[in-house]
């Protein structure tokens, strides 16, 4: 069936460098993607979105790539924190609302 | 209040009791979903209200589980006859028109142990 999975299942990256946390989809009517943080305890949180007329948006620190011709969507962190360790979520909204959530991928931050 | 709140926060029950689980999502949103996570694991989709509209049932995992929002506003999550692989983080989302068109907004959770 359709899904939205997640290249590497954990991530580890030192205090002040970049991260990129991946994701893979292939539902080609999906026009709406979301970014999400959940840290241990707690629901998960918005970051970023994008929709489907866009290839990049840009937050603080946090940027969204999407690349529709190979259906892969990309989060970047700049000089990630430590506050930055948490588990991260891709959604992919298709175009009958259908949220299909990727598995995460959880992110270290080394001191 | 601000955010979505769920009640309670953590419940533990024995096997074989019906529990039931509680969301006020943000006010105004018509859209309100429920998922389950397990430990380490990813968001699994349940249900999903959208206004006036029949409920999307269709990843209740069994007829066990229902959940009914009243007046278009709180959900109740109920599970019959608990099982031990009920076990999980329950969470609810909301949203202000669908999902379509804004991101959900999730409560905190309600953490199930069931004995």
């Known amino acids: 069936g359709e899904s939205v999975g997640l290249h590497l299942p954990t991530l580890s990256v030192q205090e002040g460098d970049n991260s990129i946390i991946n994701c893979a989809y292939s539902?080609?009517?999906?026009?709406?993607f979301i970014w999400y943080k959940q840290e241990s305890g707690k629901g998960p949180q918005f970051i970023i979105d994008?929709?489907?007329?866009?290839d990049k948006r840009q937050g603080q620190r946090v940027t969204v790539l999407l690349n529709k011709t190979v259906k892969h969507l990309s989060l970047q962190i700049a000089a990630t924190q430590p506050g930055d360790s948490a588990v991260y979520f891709c959604?992919?909204?298709?175009?009958?609302?259908?949220?299909?959530f990727g598995p995460g991928t959880s992110l270290s931050v080394i001191p | 209040g601000a955010g979505v709140s769920q009640s309670p926060s953590n419940k533990v029950t024995e096997k074989g009791k019906d529990v039931e689980l509680r969301c006020d999502p943000i006010?105004?949103?018509?859209?309100l979903y429920w998922y389950r996570q397990s430990l380490g694991q990813g968001l699994e989709f349940l249900i999903y209200?959208?206004?006036?509209?029949?409920?999307?049932k269709s990843g209740l995992p069994s007829d066990r589980f229902s959940a009914e929002r009243t007046g278009g506003s709180v959900s109740t999550l109920t599970i019959q006859r608990t099982q031990q692989e009920d076990s999980a983080v329950y969470l609810c989302?909301?949203?202000?028109?669908?999902?379509?068109?804004?991101?959900?907004?999730f409560g905190p959770g309600t953490r199930l142990l069931v004995l």
């Open positions: 989302a909301s949203s202000l028109v669908s999902p379509g068109q804004m991101a959900q907004y």
């Open positions: 539902n080609s009517a999906s026009d709406y």
């Open positions: 994008i929709r489907s007329n866009m």
């Open positions: 959604a992919e909204i298709t175009s009958y609302d259908k949220v299909i």
């Open positions: 006010s105004g949103h018509t859209a």
């Open positions: 209200f959208q206004g006036n509209s029949a409920p999307d």
